[in-house]
């Protein structure tokens, strides 16, 4: 039933059913990028499992540098009848988590039950930095994937594919800002993400490694656990919605102090939710907790910086280029990027 | 305006205006003494600011042995016409704030403007544990008051007159559980605590200290903030009135590990709400996040050992005495009490 609806999805995005995909001969592999995004505005909650619908909007920003870079091509009939999935340069065996996931998102999009895939995929993401490989592996496959069948999907179509995915590859697909329309479609033609055209130049974003270890929650199990045991979550697609608005008009007006406040007190929110979940959520680690106090002390210091958190206990600093000397004496390792120079 | 407000409560819980107070000469000092409260489910948040009137009901736990002794006496004219206060053995300046709160709370008990008191109190709470004293205080104080003017008051009308000085304080007349009904009445005199009569000899509570420093934002300030600026909160006191009926449900069939989840839920959703409000109130210590997860691995190696958390960076964890050698063995530095043991 849901694989059913998923294939609708995807028939209705591509335009056809895959079996009707044009394979040009020459060519013969497919190739995406696309790169890691840190949401300003979060994304916590689906309203539908099965398609990926969100509760409520958001908003991120690109990281340059950082992303995951995809080829695609098929192959003919593997020894088990399985795809062939490399990450970082290591073939992954058939069983691996990753490359289920990578496999049964590659079913909507065989010709046949014998169409096989040979994905090759490299992360530039720093697994230290916390940063969801998840959005841009999506995003990079869903790329390589219209470059190889040549369906040469505008932005909004790619962005539907990739949420299916995972939800926050939608927005993915772009440099700089993007949003993430809710959507209100049940359907979910509509709940796409797309350019914010702002250029930002003294825009910087901090990167403060905490923690390496793997998630001991996933985000997806996460959120349905919010959504089903945490009662103060009914405030959350409100406020979020309220901090989406609120952070591109920031956005439009530059308004850093604004934009800044907004993301934190919206991280803090959605980090609220899970802490209020049973059994409780708590992505924190000590560490987290010691640099969110630094980032405390520096603002009634003078210093304006604030910081966002997904899912995980890695913070991200926000603030503008004449603060980077501050930054960098308060927080010795952190990796400064500037999303805007290039 | 809410002077008179809170003087007429005053008036209409000891039944008569404080110059109708009679003192007998012989009785020249009243005496109280009260034990600290920790809540299973909290108080945060007030619907009356003035009379100190919470959104939700809240339980409570007493602990033998912690708590505040006090005196008072009626003395003549003093150079500065003020009060005299002492805390834990040192007269304080006038100006010092906890003397100017006793102070005030002593305007409702005044004969007439020219009545002074001297109040000697002192606390057993050792201030590491990050116990209120509050609570212990105003308890004790209205305990002394009431036996320097031999009123005789019920334990309603004492719970009543302490809720006055720090709602909290409500929950600190009694050993063992007690219950502060939230109440629905505007003239605040059906909301007081009473003593829960269970007897739970394997009850153990263990303190862990975290952060001898003063708080960053009073209860106070907290949970007015909280109420004004955090969206979730809007769901808390449904929660907390649930809560509270789970647990006292849990005390009558002493259901400890119903106890326990309900207890460290509620306790994580009080944080959370705190988390979410802007500016953020984060009490939290590295040291409280560490001794979190450490609780939650404790439970995965099947201790069964909750924690609840005050607005404070401490952690009280709640287990019962079968589990007492694994928690000393985890947490070196715990102080374990045993709230029905004498």
New interface residues.
Partial sequence: MSKQLQQQFVHQVIGHKPEHNRLNASKSVGKGSAPVNIALSKYWGKRDTILNLPTNGSASISLPGLGTETQVKIISATKNHQDKVSLNGELLEAEAPFAKRVSNFLNYFRGNSHTLFEVTTCNSVPTAAGLASSASGYAALVLALDDLFEWNLADKELSLLARLGSGSASRSLFPGFSVWHQGTQTDGLDSYAEAIETQWPEFCIGLLEIDVKQKPVSSTQGMQNTVETC??????P??ANRDLQTILNAIEEKNFSTLG?TA??NA??M???M??T???I?Y???????A??KV?QLREQGVEVYFTMDAGPNLKLLFLQTEKPAIKQAFKDVKILEPFKH
Wanted: no cysteine; aromatic share 16%; net charge negative.
């Fill in positions: 009662a103060l979550y009914q405030a959350w409100e406020q406040k934190e007190h803090l929110t980090h609220a939710t802490i209020a049973w059994p409780p708590v924190w680690q000590p560490e987290s907790v010691e969110m106090h405390w």
